[in-house]
């Protein structure tokens, strides 16, 4: 419930994703594609093509032999060298990219670029993601009024224009009939040669990366069943939770839900830093006695003082310590300190032991503290800071509970 009603206003509304390059992210973009005799939409209505669960794009257009067909078109039947022009996101459209089935008019037309060739025959695990780069078209470039087939953008170029965005007005005719407008995105394909062209020509005012994956929709329902299978696996401890969680994470790569290039950029390389320094910090305090040490130093610091204010100060206490420390960890360091305090104090030990065991797991303090607080670390790009802010008050809230509530159930 913290959470849920003040935790809206402690946290930084973040989308997910670290990627810089993610803030220039467009979205309806216009692209075409080519309906070839092994294509899945031959036969099917253009009705048919868009309810299907399968694709994720908008038809705006129908191109049969050159011309445009006029009037309703969802009832018109597919045919082999029809042409759909449709507005789409970035991950469909590099879903139709690296479809089998599916071709982009473009790149039917003028071939195969070298580097997607390359990448073919070198047979390299790409999940498609870095085919494209974007080129803004500059306020005062030669392009604008002109389309792409006047201006023959292939040959001037070397690129292939896979995609256009304009940020008003719906466009739904073909691609190469569109006249260019200052601060038109053109999704390019090429090699580096036929980019380097265009990067270095001031009709364009810059060049901006293509970041987005394609969407797997048919691999939805494998990677729900398989994180649920990694969820019972650890709950059930038929095995624990660090294997179980490596199981599921190789069970999406091999059954094709995400590729290992995909899965290599997923690793969030300061979680491995953060656990590399807090294994250490943990382990040397308990070989060097530092644990014990201050646990030592509370038994001779509370005497005389009220009971809660003593569980109090060791809850504080094992909540700081925890955040370094397993739970288990903290719990077995901590428990037989609260026992030998309850029994020098003449008190009952349940206030003290249950005391320990609930603050050893608060662990909301710092990203380290717990392993679920790692898997939101990088996704949700927090901060250290952000997990303090929402950590000490529900710390304080949990104290001030287990404080007047322990010694109420468990009586001295």
């Known amino acids: 419930m913290f959470v849920l009603w003040l935790g809206q206003f402690l946290l930084p509304a973040h989308k997910g994703g670290d990627d810089p390059t993610r803030h220039f992210r467009l979205e309806d973009y216009l692209t075409e594609i080519a309906v070839s005799p092994d294509s899945p939409?031959?036969?099917?209505?253009?009705?048919?093509?868009?309810?299907?669960?399968?694709?994720?794009?908008t038809v705006a257009g129908l191109i049969r032999?050159?011309?445009?067909?006029?009037?309703?078109?969802?009832?018109?039947?597919?045919?082999?060298?029809?042409?759909?022009?449709?507005?789409?996101?970035?991950?469909?459209?590099?879903?139709?990219?690296?479809?089998?089935?599916?071709?982009?008019?473009?790149?039917?037309?003028?071939?195969?670029?070298?580097?997607?060739?390359?990448?073919?025959?070198?047979?390299?695990?790409?999940?498609?993601?870095?085919?494209?780069?974007?080129?803004?078209v500059a306020p005062r470039s030669d392009l604008v009024g002109r389309t792409l087939s006047d201006m023959d953008f292939h040959r001037h170029y070397g690129a292939v224009v896979v995609g256009l965005w304009r940020k008003d007005g719906w466009l739904d005719q073909e691609m190469?009939?569109?006249?260019?407008?200052?601060?038109?995105?053109?999704?390019?394909?090429?090699?580096?040669?036929?980019?380097?062209?265009?990067?270095?020509?001031?009709?364009?005012?810059?060049?901006?990366?293509?970041?987005?994956?394609?969407?797997?929709?048919?691999?939805?329902?494998?990677?729900?069943?398989?994180?649920?299978a990694t969820i019972l696996l650890a709950a059930f401890n038929l095995l624990t939770i660090e294997m179980?969680?490596?199981?599921?994470?190789?069970?999406?790569?091999?059954?094709?839900?995400?590729?290992?290039?995909?899965?290599?950029?997923?690793?969030?390389?300061?979680?491995?830093?953060?656990?590399?320094?807090?294994?250490?910090?943990?382990?040397?305090?308990?070989?060097?006695?530092?644990?014990?040490?201050i646990a030592g130093w509370l038994q001779n610091a509370v005497g005389g003082w009220p009971e809660r204010a003593i569980l109090l100060l060791l809850f504080a206490v094992v909540a700081v310590i925890t955040q370094f420390m397993s739970d288990a960890a903290t719990t077995a360091l901590f428990a037989p300190v609260a026992v030998a305090l309850a029994q020098a104090l003449g008190?009952?030990?349940?206030?003290?032991?249950?005391?320990?065991?609930?603050?050893?797991?608060?662990?909301?303090?710092?990203?380290?503290?717990?392993?679920?607080?790692?898997?939101?670390?990088?996704?949700?790009r927090y901060k250290f800071s952000d997990f303090a802010k929402v950590g000490a008050p529900l710390t304080v809230i949990c104290?001030?509970?287990?404080?007047?509530?322990?010694?109420?159930?468990?009586?001295?």
Not at 67 to 80: D, H, M, T, W, Y
């Open 41 to 57: 939409f031959v036969g099917k209505t253009v009705s048919d093509v868009q309810s299907d669960e399968n694709y994720h794009f």
């Open 399 to 412: 104290a001030v509970i287990v404080v007047v509530l322990a010694p109420l159930i468990w009586r001295s």
């Open 65 to 136: 032999k050159g011309k445009r067909v006029r009037g309703a078109i969802r009832n018109e039947v597919l045919k082999k060298g029809d042409v759909l022009v449709v507005r789409t996101t970035p991950e469909e459209l590099v879903s139709i990219r690296t479809h089998a089935n599916l071709d982009l008019h473009p790149v039917k037309l003028y071939g195969v670029t070298k580097k997607v060739e390359q990448k073919e025959n070198e047979n390299e695990d790409d999940d498609g993601s870095d085919l494209f780069v974007q080129a803004i």
């Open 244 to 293: 179980a969680a490596l199981t599921g994470a190789a069970a999406v790569v091999l059954t094709g839900c995400i590729s290992p290039h995909q899965a290599y950029r997923a690793i969030d390389a300061r979680i491995f830093v953060f656990i590399a320094g807090a294994i250490p910090l943990g382990t040397a305090m308990q070989k060097t006695g530092t644990a014990n040490l």
């Open 176 to 228: 190469s009939k569109v006249k260019l407008r200052a601060n038109d995105v053109l999704v390019l394909e090429g090699d580096e040669e036929a980019l380097a062209r265009v990067s270095n020509d001031q009709a364009f005012l810059m060049m901006v990366p293509f970041r987005a994956e394609p969407r797997l929709h048919g691999k939805a329902w494998l990677a729900g069943a398989i994180m649920l």
């Open 347 to 380: 008190r009952a030990p349940e206030p003290y032991v249950v005391t320990v065991a609930m603050a050893s797991v608060i662990a909301f303090l710092t990203p380290i503290g717990h392993h679920g607080n790692l898997l939101v670390y990088g996704p949700g």
